[in-house]
């Protein structure tokens, strides 16, 4: 078995375009990957056609290691963008190896791990300005069967805030905590907005409403700060979706400067690269949330990854708060049901991109502005889902 083509499609998706890859063989099976990277979708689509391409076609998928670990060492510079375009197809490869034995992909990664795998929402807060619009839009997502929810409460802040900026942040966090109640778990998002002392301040006034993690409260790459605020507070730090080496992550967990590491298997290099982070993590009692913010695709290989990977303690979701043709993008299976995901049964992902679909929604360029422009809160709306 030999790839003989690769494909990409561009879709919008609102504030996002996803970038799907489709591989076909010479025995005429396709495996599907995605490599969507916000504000570099077209950058790391030229790369897949311009790099990529040569050295995936023409070999075995059953090779995954071999391919994936070449792929890597010749890219040479490392970073999101490459390590993107790797990993869109290494999800591909692994897709077709499923198909080809007739395998779910999480069979082939080390069979089921769990009983369950439960989901915690992101993107319900679109719209919410006050504590008290936050705290409905919580409630939804507490009625649609999620126990556990995330959310950044910080606005457009940068490095340092206010009195004012931080008795708000803390009004939205509280407001939440007491419209979910004790039960389920609230992650508190920083998306490395702050400086250590500032993120260090601030989760001392979090601290009394409980939460399940203070996410990339500082810089990303500084993980020697990142340490100094998790030894600083009594909750757990999660961190790591910004991380793009398997290096990164050795230093990450070997330090023990979060509790919870965010892998992005669409970023960091694939399944094969996400289980030997999930082994690092493992030997540092570290536990894993993978990181999902894009598309369908790139979630689907995250479950299947959950699925199989003992460490995973949630798993993020997005896909119940995205646009509405969403869901027309790629078809096969509903992967989740009232705050849990369903078990793939079918082989390979178990779902396939609408080639059709995705013209239907074509590309837009800059459609998510910068996490610091407010022009971010003002589109991140009920409004625009729904449109």
């Not at 109640?181 to 009394?208: C, D, N, Y």
């Not at 990450?252 to 999930?278: E, F, M, N, Y």
């Amino acid at each position: 078995m030999k790839v003989v083509k690769l494909e990409t499609f561009l879709a919008n998706a609102g504030l996002r375009n996803y970038l799907f890859v489709r591989l076909t063989t010479d025995t005429g099976l396709t495996g599907v990957g995605e490599a969507s990277l916000e504000w570099q979708e077209k950058t790391v689509e030229t790369l897949i056609h311009e790099w990529v391409e040569d050295r995936i076609l023409g070999v075995d998928p059953r090779d995954v290691e071999r391919v994936v670990s070449e792929l890597i060492r010749d890219q040479y510079q490392g970073g999101a963008t490459v390590l993107t375009a790797i990993s869109g197809v290494e999800v591909a490869l692994w897709d077709l190896i499923g198909k080809e034995c007739g395998q779910p992909v999480y069979q082939l990664l080390g069979g089921k791990a769990r009983d369950q795998l439960p989901a915690y929402a992101n993107g319900w807060y679109g719209s919410a300005r006050t504590p008290a619009e936050y705290a409905e839009r919580a409630r939804q997502v507490v009625a649609r069967g999620y126990r556990a929810l995330k959310f950044d409460p910080f606005g457009i802040a940068w490095q340092r805030l206010s009195v004012d900026e931080m008795e708000m942040a803390e009004a939205r966090v509280k407001a939440v905590r007491e419209a979910v109640g004790p039960e389920v778990e609230v992650f508190v998002e920083v998306h490395g907005r702050l400086s250590g002392e500032t993120a260090i301040a601030m989760g001392r006034r979090l601290e009394k409403h409980r939460p399940g993690f203070y996410e990339e409260p500082i810089s990303p790459c500084d993980l020697d700060l990142l340490k100094e605020v998790k030894a600083a507070l009594p909750f757990p730090i999660a961190a790591g979706e910004r991380l793009y080496m398997i290096e990164e992550f050795a230093r990450l967990t070997s330090q023990r400067a979060a509790d919870v590491a965010q892998p992005d298997l669409c970023h960091c290099g694939g399944l094969s690269i996400g289980k030997k982070i999930a082994t690092l993590a493992q030997q540092n009692e570290i536990l894993l949330a993978p990181h999902v913010s894009i598309g369908p695709v790139a979630l689907c290989a995250a479950v299947h990854f959950g699925w199989a990977t003992p460490n995973v303690f949630m798993q993020e979701n997005f896909s119940e708060y995205d646009v509405p043709w969403r869901g027309d993008l790629v078809y096969g299976w509903d992967l989740i049901t009232r705050g849990e995901f369903r078990l793939p049964d079918g082989p390979g992902l178990g779902i396939e991109v609408d080639e059709t679909a995705c013209a239907a929604h074509p590309y837009r360029k800059n459609s998510f502005p910068s996490l610091w422009d407010r022009r971010w809160l003002e589109q991140f709306t009920q409004n625009e889902r729904e449109s």
